[in-house]
């Protein structure tokens, strides 16, 4: 059970990962939803089987039927329309039937043959990892297979350390854990990658040594990747001209809130505006955080954390901005509102006024047009054009515009003449305008633009 969003995405990838069997809650008075479907794509993408459990049957318009429908559409047909995936209607809130659908999960489970050693070394996977201030790194795992017990030495990705306490879901101290639990463990160097496999070894410097080899090839990697990018862009960034890199540090509680957040932010980037997520990491905002953003001139992003107090001083000294959120969506918008600013503006054009000319008196140097204004209000130093039989006579060109040369009321100079209003007028360096045509004053207006 994940947040609905498409930011947590991986997370409920993951989970299907590392699942054997999943059940899949439908509420009997509602439709299959969005992110129903998803969990059913994560389960058919790990090949997990998949029970169907319609609930909250015993409320006024439930229609588990119009449910078996919804999931036939998607090629899936439960037993009770003669498919193969077992299907149970329940209500959870009064406890009917779950003992039915218990039963068939162990049924499942049988068929499926589920084995496991509980007397070897264990081995699973990481569902969570953060920085508790008090505990240091905690990891929330699920042993898989083998038995986990206190003192153990793990590896997982390019963290390692001894087991110094476990908890179970009820969060009471447990000295092992045999396969299929999940716990809460203390004791690693650093917080794993959620989704991440870990496995037990006996010799410290084995363990040790795999960690640090780890790290060592992600850092290469890692550079690799931003030298390709860089090289990969030039090119097309010196043809863009206008193209704009916003830098993010991003910094969460836990590990898979800093990976929604970071995914969702990268897939904000554009043709002209992208996303470089320069790090991201779980625990406080520290003063190398403020000194990375300094060299590299990005914005910090904390989520659900706080800075220290050097990190504070620091980047109020520094310039650094850190932007501290709880809500995922609130920093997926404001960043992209931050973005939106960061786009070359758009000018769209306003027409100002439509003036006839009516009159032509021509003179030694210039040539005088007698007007009246049918709509709007032209100015002294509006942008023109000479309309001509609905073609624009001058000047020819997109984007070119022409400028009155004098403004007149009677015998006066004047700013801007309204609208049913007569003025005389002259164009600077153009003297072929004739009766009938239509002067267009216009301005460019700037639009707002948006991702």
Known sequence: DTPGHEAFTAMRARGAKITDIAIIVVAADD??????????????????????AVNKIDKEGANPQKIYEQLSQMNILVEAWGGKFQNQELSAKQGLNVDVLLEKVLLEAEVLDLKANPDREASGSIIEASLDKGRGYVATILVQNGTLRQGDLIVSGQHYGRVKAMFNERNQRIEEAPPSTPVVILGLNGAPQA??????????????????????????????????????????????????????????????????????????STEEVAIRVVHKGVGQISESDVLLATASDAIIIGFNVRPSMQANKLAETEGVEIK????????????????????????????????????????????????????????????????????????????????????????????????????????????DIKVGDIVEAFEDEEVKRTL
């Open 324 to 431: 501290l959120y709880s809500i995922i969506y609130t920093a997926i918008d404001e960043i992209k509102s931050a973005m939106e600013g960061m786009l070359e503006p758009k000018y769209q054009e306003k027409i100002t006024a439509n003036v006839e000319v009516r009159e032509v008196y021509k003179f030694d140097k210039a040539t005088v047009a007698g007007c009246f204004v049918l709509e709007g209000k032209i100015s002294r130093n509006s942008k023109i054009r000479i309309i001509r039989d609905g073609i624009v006579e001058y000047p020819k060109g997109e984007g070119q515009a022409a400028e009155l040369g004098s403004l007149k009321r009677f015998k006066d100079d004047v700013k801007e003449v309204a609208s049913n209003m007569e003025c005389g007028l002259t164009i600077k360096n153009y003297n």
């Open 31 to 52: 439709a299959v939803m969005p992110q129903t479907k998803e969990a059913i794509s994560h389960a058919q993408a790990a090949g997990v089987p998949m029970i169907f």
């Open 195 to 268: 989704g991440e496999k870990f496995k037990v070894f006996e010799d410290e410097a084995e363990a040790k040594e795999i960690a640090t080899k780890r790290a060592q090839i992600m850092r290469e990697q890692g550079l690799r990747a931003r030298k390709h990018i860089t090289l990969d862009e030039i090119g097309r960034r010196l043809a863009l001209g206008n193209f704009k890199e916003l830098n993010i540090i991003i910094k969460g509680d836990v590990d898979g809130s800093v990976e929604a957040l970071s995914d969702s932010l990268q897939k904000l």
